[in-house]
């Protein structure tokens, strides 16, 4: 049969047409060979199915070339928060969290400290002694690390500074405000020096304020200007339906420039490259320890035995502003953290020869006595007296008056009398009366009290 004869034919043909990626689908009128002499009737048409090529596409992203486009973008900057920075001031940097300020102020203040290089790291080497110690606090607060840098603001870290207002120490207290915050002020000692009671009194004092603002440059603003101040300067410019953030309220220049200087510190901290300043690394370690004062104790015996230089000493205790250390309950000294245990060992040396820890007594003065007659019956200068019993001309010196004056041993050299803590004048109240030392006999001192100087600092 012709018909059966040409069918393997047919097969064969399409078996032989192209079916690669790009071949294309056999056309129903396409010619077939000339081995098929018949043309097929019209009731057969066996055609064969059209060959779908798989989808084309114009390239393949590869993985290497991937790999090669993410390693052209910069990498993303990371603060391990996890594993303890060896350098304080990365650490302080990590636990930045206030709000920029963006004011010309800043600029202004950033010129000031960078003009200055020679004092700017004069504050940042006297700051070594406590940043740890601040930053400690802050953390277990949950604070922002910024006001680490505050006492750079207040008192370039100088435990000893004083300013006109009356206000003392690193962070600046006035006296009414230390009270409110229990740092003891007495004839021996006063807390608003004290490295450790302050910055505890400082840090719960920031904490109030901004939880009374919720905001921390009008908190800042409260512990420069006081918190009733700010205030009364935010309901004044909420009653004329003005802001009333920081750079919106009217304020002192003095205030009005106290944020900016910290956000200047603030953004030289955080990238001192980038103003051309070397900022030496500290070391992320405690600087100094506490040990338990053992009694009445003259500040030049407690140095020797920690062996540690007398102003090193007095930069760690610098609330004690005369030359003897009274042995109140919980009384502490703060020595660098490799001295607490060569102080202890000298100590039990020391006492079990037997040997006096203070050679300081008191002198009541006596009816037409003067201070002139008794320094020199004490080997002192009248001037050197009154600075160490806070006598000023504002003082009523008279019969019954006591005096801290040497005994056998003491000594007082004028590197002493030059280091001590100064007492502010209007702060030492003649009428009341001192503790007498050991063996000693108890007397009132007489004198008028006064009222204190006004300043410009309310906190």
Known sequence: MPLLRSLPALLACALALPSGAHAEAAEPTQQITPDVAEPLPATVSPTVPPTVPPAVTDFVLTQPAAQDIQDDLPPLPTIDLITPPDNLWQRIRNGFGMPDLHSPLVADRQAWYLNRPDQFRRIIERSGRYLYHIVDELERRGMPTELALLPMVE?????????????????????????????????????????????????????????????????????????????????????????????????????????????????????PELYGFQLDAVPNRPYFGTVGLPGDMDITVAAKLAEVPLAEFIALNPAYHRPLMRGAPASQLVLPTEKIQVFQTNLERYEAQDKPLTHWRTYRLKPGEKLETVAGRFGLSAAHLKQLNGITRRVKVGPGLNLLVPGPGAQLSDQLAAQLPKVPAESRKVGKKKRSIKGSPKHKASGASRKPATGKKRR
């Open 155 to 271: 008192s370039a870290f100088n435990p000893l500074a004083a300013s006109p207002a009356r206000a003392l120490g690193m962070w600046q207290f006035i006296p009414s405000t230390g009270k409110n915050y229990k740092l003891d002020q007495n004839w021996w000692r006063d807390e608003r020096r004290d490295i450790i009671a302050s910055t505890s009194a400082a840090l719960d004092y920031l904490q109030k304020i901004y939880e009374m603002h919720g905001d921390w440059h009008l908190a800042l603003a409260s512990y420069n200007w006081g918190e009733g101040a700010v205030a009364r300067a935010v309901a004044k410019n909420r009653a004329k339906g003005l802001p009333t953030d920081y750079v919106s309220l009217t304020m002192p220049g003095e205030t009005r420039y106290y944020v900016p200087k910290l956000q200047a510190l603030k953004n030289i901290i955080a990238q």
